[in-house]
């Protein structure tokens, strides 16, 4: 297993103070002197092997895990904390939440283990994102959270993951998006310390990016609880961000400052985690009520359409989705997690974007 150093925690940390020795970078390069490949050019780690299922009416002769479904990508994982498709659209980097481990994955083939990164279970990996250069750098970022604090860690082919920032305080969620002006956007649950219940806007190496209300400060936005994700549409550069408070699940438009009245509520709290934006439309995928939630924003800040989920019960408890260059939808479950797991669980479901609406207005 890769090994990140151990990093004082209690404060935030950026390149700049001390988190590692960076040097700058000519614009296209990545430190690995050129576009790497996103393989390292050893030989490839051992593919993780698909759970076994004993075949009916034998005592306990294995079968391959496969699900009859043929929108499913993956089968027989670890519960999936965040799903960023490749460019071809037809692949796509998957973080296991409670073992950090990051597969590729693409339908018919096993999954391939790219790298690990070092997580306490309990708070997971819970972002993972293409760096907004990744033709040339072939770079990825994750969010994940340590036994000590919660990081942004930038993976890189060949190397093992390194900070980018650090000392962000443990709390509930997480989430992790890349916004048009190629800065990344990090939600944080609340807790102790100034970095808690926020929206950071950085740049890749961890400093504060142009955009937030103090310079000199990470923090774009305050006032979250429970995070589950972060999406941007790139045509109106509107951010999103889902939350779950202790009276009701919540969807903000996110504005610099403190963050106000929620765009949507979802008062019967069906457990908002991931988000993505579809030419029109916010999905939002539900982890309790295992649907994926489609909301139409229209315009003066409301809603069009009838609003309802789908995909009600289809998948289970849907964790993260993300939407691929080519237009389809992926989907990753988490009903290992205190959910109810079928034989195939946990899955990656790439499927058609659904037709339906979205919940109840704020």
Known sequence: MLVVAVLLSGCATFPDDGARAWREKAEGQGELGGPPALASPE??????????????????????????????????????????TLPAGDEALVGERTTGRVLRVKKGSPPQLVTTVPVDP??????????PGYAEDRLVYALAGTPSDVRVLRLAPGE????????????????????????????????????AGKILKIDTLGRPAPGNPDPASPVLSSGLTAPGGLCVDPVTRTIWATDR???????????????????????????VAGCTVLPGTVAVAERGAGALFMLR??????????????????????????????????????NKDGGKPGATDD???????PSGGAGSAA
């Open 122 to 131: 309990e708070a997971g990996l819970t972002g993972l994102v293409l760096s």
């Open 297 to 334: 924003p229209g315009e003066n800040g409301s809603f069009t359409g009838d609003p309802k989920p789908v995909l009600t019960g289809t998948y289970g408890a849907l964790a993260a989705v993300t939407l691929a260059p080519d237009g389809l939808i992926w989907l990753g479950t988490a």
């Open 245 to 271: 408070t202790p009276t009701r699940d919540v969807l903000y438009r996110v504005t610099p400052g403190a963050l106000g009245t929620p765009a949507w509520t979802w008062p019967d709290k069906p457990g």
């Open 160 to 195: 093992p993951p390194k900070p980018v920032l650090t000392g962000i305080p443990r709390g509930s969620g997480g989430a992790l998006a890349v916004d048009p002006d190629g800065s990344l956007l990090v939600a944080t649950g609340a807790g102790a310390g100034p970095l």
């Open 43 to 84: 030989p490839p780690p051992e593919a993780p092997q698909p759970a076994q299922q004993p075949r009916a009416g034998g005592p306990s002769a294995p079968q391959p895990c496969v699900d009859p479904d043929p929108q499913v990508v993956a089968t027989c994982l670890n519960p999936i904390g965040a799903v960023a």
């Open 347 to 353: 899955r990656v479901i790439r499927i058609q974007p």
